[in-house]
Structure formats: structure tokens, C-alpha cells
């Protein structure tokens, strides 16, 4: 309900700290003494009827705003409450505008809160003031047209000052309800910032979890995965889903400084066939609807583990094929682009929520295993190495007890000599091929070979031997600065 009264003080957010007043409008001439009488007189005859005022405005609300019928059915003493305290402060401004002008304000800016608060729209709220405007100018005509009819002409002095009074105190409530409908909207995201965050750090409560697989839009006997992105330092990562896609894959972002966790739901124990998104419309997963690359060996630029793009990240979307039972961390690698020299660690897939920060932790621990020149590492497919970062300390001993000798050598032929017994190994052990990807002679390949054993002490047919060996390859290449 608006205030036909002029204000000079705005308020900041919530009515609690005025701003310097505006400026003031210029004087009004004499004749105004007899514009205010007619006007003071006609408004103290509805002071008189403000409950059946109020009574009234409330019907008209509801018979033409949908919204505040709504209001009205879940809390109609409130409603009633809220317009009758707002007609006491208009209609009263009219009598008293120096004692009532900052309280008919600040009437105005709780009721844009309350609104806002209660999810009623912008437009029914400032349609609302209108019509209460309306009301009150009509009952101030009606009344003097009545009683005094020779001074009903007066009154057209000051219709263009009440309907300013209207739409100074629409502004003052618009400006109020967007505030807080900032504030509330800042409020859930912290708040689903905060659920999630709960959830990586395994801290969430098991009572909760209900709450927050409603809240998150996430089915809470999901099957999950969590992806941990990293971007070398000094490189933006501003939006995770503009530059991570995992098409066809519903996933939850979880930002930090250098990068960010991403939850990967690959579906729902609960509701058999069920996709993210379907049923959870008001949570933050995304599904990134873009082409889902056909099934490869490993590669792509950059070191990543999926070739080709998907589109931006959309909620609601879905892929055909893209959850079930067979969805592996293997699939969201092959599934997963990242810009390079991007640094992934996906984890194993998890049951239901309560896993999550097991799943974060497993994350954490694959990155840790993926080489510094960027790329994607699966956990389950690098346990290995996995156990070598996992105890950094005793990695760092077996590649030095291991290596030693050989890393003290020439910084040029200890590179290839290392390069050489890595190549090797990952050819399976076959130096013709370990030739081919050197580009050298399977003799040469042989040679380094055989200074490699002499160095380390280690035999490259004892099947221990080169356990150590490959640990303590994977130690130097993941542990050394």
C-alpha cells in the first residue's frame, strides 16, 4: 500500500541509515492554505473508516492479483496487518507530513522486504501500491464531493503531488524488494556453496543429507564421482563449466582459488533410469548437452583423455546413454575436455552421498599423480603411482635408494637414461618399440639399458627389479621439484 505523502529521506537496506535528503520542492503559494484545509478535512473522515478501508483494499487485491490471493490464503492476518498499518500512515501523512513522512517511508520499505521475503512478484507488489493509491485518492474526492461538494475542485492542486507521493513510495519499495532479493539469493547460493563444501569435506551430517540432496537437486543414493581440476598458477579459472565439459554428465561445481571440485552424479540407485535434473528443476547441477566423443584409447591435446567439445553447461539437459550402471571414472576421462595444460584427477565412483568426501580425498590423491605437464589421471588406473604420492616421504626414499647413482650423473645423460628405462617400460618391455618412440636403434636402446642395470644394481629381467624400478621412476617424476 503506498503513502500519499512527500519524502525527502531514502533509505539504505533494511530503513535503518538515512542518506543526505533530497533536495526539497520549491514553496507552494498561499493559496495552498485552502487546498490543505479541504484536504486535511476529508482525510480526517477516513481515519474514521481505515478498518473497513483496509478491509475493502484486501478484497480488491485478491479479487485482481492472483499473487496476493496466494498471500492472502497462506497468511491472511498478515496481509490485512500490512495494509491496514500502511493506510494509517497514509492517510495520517496527509494530516501530519513532518511526524509521519520518515515512518510512512520505512512502512514502504518493510513491506518491499516482506514481500520479497515471501517470493510475491515485483509487479503485483508495485500494482498493489497503485491501486491502494487509487483507492485513496478516490475516497478523498468521494468524501469532499459529498460533504462539500463546491470545494471537490480544490482537490485537483494537489492530484499531481499524491500520485508523485504513489509512485515515490513504489520506488522506495521496488528498491527494497531488490535488495533483498539480492540478499536472498546470495543467501541460497551461499548456502548451497556451504552444503557442498560440507559434502567434499565429508563434515556433512548423515541427519542432513535428506535436506541437502533436496536442496543440490542431487538424488541422495546416487552413484557419484568427483573430479579435481587444477590450472597452473596465475591462470584464471573463472568458470569451471565454460572451460571443463563433461557432456552428457550432470555435474556439481565447486570453485576454489586455482580451480575447482566438480560432484559427477552417473545416476540415481533410488529411481531406476532416472536422470539429474528430471525432478530437481530448482537445484545447481548442470548437464553439459554437447556430443559425447565415441569411445578411444586415451589422447587428445593437452593432455586430456576425451577428444572432441561439448556445448555450455545447461540444467536439465540430458544424454542418452550418459548414466547407468556401466558408467565408470574411466568414462567420465574419456568423456572429460579440459583447456591445457589443465591438471584432472577423477576418483572411483561412490555410492550415495555420504561417500562424497571419500571420493574428494581419492580426487586429491589423484591429481597428485598426474604429471606436472598436464593431463588426466583415473585413480584406479594409476594405483601405483597413486601409492608413491600417498607417502611422499617414502617415495622420495626409494627414488633416491633406487635412482641415486643414476641422477648423479650428467644432467644431459641422466635425462636419457631415465627417458630411456621410462620408454621401455611403458613398451612393455620390448626395445624394438621403445626404438621406435626414441627414434633410435634397437642396439642403442639395449646399451642405455645395460648402464642402467650397472648403475642402479637392479636387473631388468627380475620381475622385483623392476617393481622397484617403476616406483622409483614414478617417485622422481611426481616427488622431485
Known amino acids: 500500500m503506498q503513502h500519499l505523502v512527500p519524502a525527502h529521506v531514502r533509505y539504505r537496506p533494511g530503513g535503518r541509515s538515512p542518506v543526505p535528503p533530497a533536495a526539497r520542492p520549491p514553496a507552494r503559494p498561499a493559496v495552498d492554505a485552502e487546498v490543505l484545509a479541504v484536504l486535511h478535512r476529508a482525510a480526517r473522515a477516513l481515519l474514521a473508516v481505515l ?7 484486501v478484497d480488491l487485491l485478491v ?28 492517510v495520517g501523512s496527509l494530516i501530519q507530513p513532518g511526524e509521519l513522512r520518515e515512518d ?33 485518492w478516490q475516497e478523498l474526492v468521494d468524501e469532499t464531493t ?38 536472498l539469493m546470495w543467501r541460497k547460493e551461499n548456502r548451497l556453496r556451504l552444503m557442498t563444501a560440507a559434502l567434499l569435506d565429508g563434515t556433512a551430517r548423515i541427519a ?72 530437481h528443476d530448482d537445484g545447481p547441477l548442470d548437464v553439459d548437452p554437447g556430443p559425447v566423443p565415441a ?45 591445457p595444460p589443465a591438471r584432472v584427477g577423477v576418483s572411483p565412483v561412490v555410492e550415495g552421498l555420504a561417500a562424497i ?9 589423484a591429481l597428485r599423480a598426474c604429471p606436472r605437464s598436464g593431463g588426466t589421471v583415473v585413480l584406479e588406473e594409476h594405483l601405483p603411482a597413486a601409492l608413491v604420492v600417498s607417502a611422499p616421504v617414502l617415495g622420495a626414499a626409494l627414488s633416491e635408494r633406487v635412482l641415486g647413482p643414476l641422477l648423479r650423473l650428467d644432467l ?26 626414441l627414434y633410435c636403434h634397437r642396439n642403442t636402446v639395449l646399451n642405455r639399458l645395460r648402464r642402467c642395470e650397472q648403475l642402479t644394481g637392479r636387473s631388468l629381467t627380475r620381475p622385483a627389479d623392476v617393481v622397484e624400478l617403476s616406483l622409483a621412476l614414478a617417485a622422481h617424476a611426481l616427488l622431485d621439484p
Open 51 to 57: 478498518p473497513e478501508l483496509g478491509d475493502r483494499l
Open 295 to 339: 569411445a578411444a584409447d586415451g589422447g587428445g591435446s593437452g593432455g586430456t583423455d576425451a577428444r572432441g567439445s561439448g556445448g555450455p553447461g545447461v540444467r536439465g539437459g540430458e544424454h542418452p546413454g550418459a548414466y547407468g550402471p556401466d558408467v565408470d571414472a574411466g568414462e567420465i576421462a574419456r568423456r572429460l575436455t579440459a583447456p
Open 104 to 136: 510512512a517511508r520505512r512502512c514502504s520499505w518493510a513491506i518491499g522486504r516482506a514481500r520479497a521475503e515471501h517470493g510475491l512478484p515485483l509487479d503485483a507488489l508495485l500494482r498493489a501500491f497503485r491501486l491502494g493509491g487509487g483507492m485513496i
Open 63 to 90: 479479487e485482481r492479483e492472483p499473487a496476493y490471493r496466494a498471500a492472502v490464503e497462506t497468511d491472511a492476518e498478515g496481509v490485512r496487518d500490512e495494509v491496514r498499518r500502511s493506510l494509517r500512515l497514509n
Open 146 to 183: 459529498r460533504r462539500h461538494p463546491a470545494d471537490a475542485r480544490l482537490l485537483v492542486h494537489v492530484a499531481a503531488d499524491v500520485w508523485n507521493f504513489v509512485d515515490d513510495h513504489c520506488a522506495v519499495a521496488a528498491d527494497a524488494y531488490r535488495q533483498t532479493e539480492r540478499e
Open 412 to 437: 644431459s645423460d641422466r635425462d636419457v637414461l631415465l627417458e630411456t628405462l621410462t620408454v621401455w617400460l611403458a613398451s612393455d618391455g620390448s626395445a624394438q618399440r621403445a626404438a621406435g618412440r
Open 357 to 365: 568426501g571419500d571420493a574428494r580425498r581419492l580426487a586429491d590423491t
Open 208 to 279: 542432513d543429507l535428506p535436506a541437502t540432496a533436496a536442496a543440490l537437486g542431487i538424488p541422495e543414493q546416487g552413484r557419484y564421482a568427483v573430479v579435481l581440476v587444477r590450472l597452473p598458477v596465475g591462470r584464471a579459472f573463472a568458470d569451471l563449466r565454460g572451460q571443463v565439459r563433461l557432456p552428457g554428465l550432470g555435474v556439481l561445481w565447486h570453485r576454489d582459488r586455482d580451480g575447482g571440485y566438480g560432484i559427477v552424479l552417473l545416476g540415481d540407485r533410488a529411481q531406476d533410469g532416472d536422470r539429474p535434473g528430471r525432478g
